[in-house]
């Protein structure tokens, strides 16, 4: 979303729980905690959206738009004070990766969005070089996602890597942002050959594992209604 698109949005405004969210999201990059993998449930209509948006534009370093300045404005003035301390100190500065749920392979659209958002990163004097994009591209080509192995979590080390070394101002890490999870969790229990809870499973597990890689996902309703049977989903509802 280009900051003239944001002058039509309105703009989110943080309840207790996000609030709550925000403050601890800010304690995990501060070292203060070692929560990385976090899910934000809401019925629709709840602002899910627009924070997931917030999120994206001020963890990516893109927060200089009167749109980010209205919703952190908003916000408590302790709040308020810790998160303008990070962005002005660059602490807040990660390769952001924003997906939005669909009725397709979880594992797909994950590597699929990395790709365009390196793309994206690699314009002009960007970070992300040919050679880097070229590997997301084959990556994107031939991975086999009917059966998920320690191929995705090698993919997403190497990116989380790549993004710290390469960039200037230097990013943090990963923050892979998955709006509307709960479309790929629909689409696994309507498709007997989906491993799209699996692949959840597997990001959770490496952003719990990992201080360059953090996983916020949103849903609309409980995890344990999407999964199937025999499929433990403890480690997706922290």
């Known amino acids: 979303t280009s900051d003239k698109d944001l002058e039509n949005i309105q703009p989110y405004i943080f309840t207790k729980e996000t609030s709550f969210f925000l403050k601890e999201f800010i304690k995990s990059i501060k070292g203060e905690n070692n929560r990385r993998?976090?899910?934000?449930?809401?019925?629709?209509?709840?602002?899910?959206?627009?924070?997931?948006?917030?999120?994206t534009k001020i963890f990516?370093?893109?927060?200089s738009n009167s749109w980010c300045d209205q919703v952190i404005n908003s916000?408590?003035?302790?709040?308020k004070k810790e998160l303008n301390d990070l962005i002005e100190?660059?602490?807040?500065?990660?390769?952001?990766?924003?997906?939005?749920?669909?009725?397709?392979?979880?594992?797909?659209?994950?590597i699929k969005s990395i790709y365009e958002s390196a793309k994206?990163?690699?314009?002009?004097?960007?970070?992300?070089?040919?050679?880097?994009?070229?590997?997301?591209?084959?990556?994107?080509?031939?991975?086999?996602?009917?059966?998920?192995?320690?191929?995705?979590?090698?993919?997403i080390n190497h990116v989380s890597e790549v993004a710290c070394i390469s960039s200037y101002p230097k990013k943090r890490g990963l923050l892979i942002i998955v709006d509307e999870c709960g479309q790929f969790l629909e689409h696994e229990a309507r498709s007997e050959s989906s491993n799209n809870l699996?692949?959840?499973?597997?990001?959770?597990?490496?952003?719990i594992n990992s201080d360059r890689f953090s996983l916020i996902t949103t849903l609309h309703r409980g995890i344990m209604n999407y999964a199937p049977?025999?499929?433990?989903?403890?480690?997706?509802?922290?």
Request: hydrophobic share 35%; aromatic share 14%.
């Open 37 to 55: 993998a976090w899910t934000i449930f809401g019925p629709y209509g709840t602002g899910k959206s627009l924070l997931s948006l917030f999120f």
């Open 60 to 63: 990516s370093g893109k927060s």
């Open 75 to 79: 916000l408590p003035e302790e709040l």
């Open 89 to 110: 100190s660059n602490n807040a500065n990660y390769f952001v990766v924003p997906v939005s749920g669909s009725q397709s392979s979880f594992g797909y659209e994950i």
């Open 120 to 155: 994206n990163e690699g314009e002009g004097e960007g970070w992300a070089s040919p050679e880097f994009l070229n590997e997301l591209k084959v990556s994107l080509e031939t991975y086999n996602f009917s059966n998920p192995t320690n191929e995705f979590k090698k993919l």
């Open 198 to 207: 699996i692949m959840l499973q597997y990001l959770a597990e490496e952003a």
């Open 229 to 238: 049977s025999g499929v433990d989903s403890q480690d997706l509802s922290d």
